[in-house]
């Protein structure tokens, strides 16, 4: 550990370091702990069971602290430990205390991963959701989580209980490849940060949110980052956070992009898919920004832009093909919000506005995924989707 000795002496360097992973410093949390304005946290491309937490992390105007994934993905999920489930009856597993700190709101974005597939039970964070059902109704490839009130102690609102899991006939849970969300968030931030770059960096599969950014932050930037099978939103913006994205993959997730509070955001080059509750999902007194979209539209709820407890919301589009490949459906732009857009095409979706729209233009699909380029394309293609069918009329 003779690198992180070095590291750790060098407090103000005069210099901007490259600071490895596994090598200098044995996990992102170290890197992120002594990396000072100007430094380079480097991780290998590949899976890493973490989570990158900035908290009170400040680079200098011109020197950010940069985290450089080289296409590392931050796994949010473990696969469960079979020898702290107990059999309550052929095939049924049951767990007591699988995660500390549960609540109300951790359950209704809560899945697990059977042999790869995530299993939301018809559940949605933000979304219609489905009862939970009994243990005895499961079925083969199931879950459940049933409260213990007995464990609970006001006026903290931590709940208590156990999850099920219900395996086919004979199958042991090693056998079962069972994953559980373990951690909240891929990328998460708390209190003030500034002068940040977060980049080539996949996170999957938390509990509740792929880049979770809270608090108050400045000159933050995003680069080539996705977000995958999310249990709340792929990015979400709280509080007065302030940041730019520059290419983004939200796939599988409850929201694609869901920013709140007085956050400033912009998003360019971005690409959504496969959302449960919400495509977009805008709030509060925010001002946002979105150019260069292509949206994939399977959601309950695709578009809302809305000034709850009337604030004062407003959005900016420019270029986005937004294609509803289901069932058609409203967008909501709501009496407290204002939504100026050029070059937007909304195909299958029809407008509940009730606030301020003004739209000019019909976007170009061939445009907006040459924007992508070709790092982004490659990516959208390995999870799934095939780009080129945006550039024909989606089907009626």
Known sequence: MKSLLCILALGSPLFARDIHVGKDV???HHAIKVAVAGDTIHLEPKVYRDYAGFYLKKGEPGKPITLDGHGATLEGSDPIDPAKWREVSPGLFANDD????LSDAVIGRWFFLFDGKMQLMGRTSKGRSAAL???EELQAGEWTFVKDPSREKPPSK????????ELAAGQSLAEAKVFAPMRSAGVQFGGDNAHLVIKNLTATHPYNDGFNIHGDCRDVVFENIRAIECGDDGISAHESAQYRVDGFVSIGNSTGICDTGTAQTSYHRVFIADCHAFDLYFLDDGRYKITNALILSKAQNP???TGREDKHCELEIDQMLFRRLVEPK????????VVRAKRLTMENLTWDTRGEFQSEGVADAAQIIESFGEAMREAVAALGHDLSQALTPAAR
């Open 98 to 101: 699988l995660l500390p700190g």
């Open 158 to 165: 931590a709940i208590f209980g156990t999850f099920y899991l």
């Open 303 to 305: 578009f809302t832009v």
């Open 26 to 28: 044995p996990t992102i």
């Open 133 to 135: 059902k009994k243990p």
């Open 330 to 337: 409203t967008g909501l732009i709501a009496k407290t919000a």
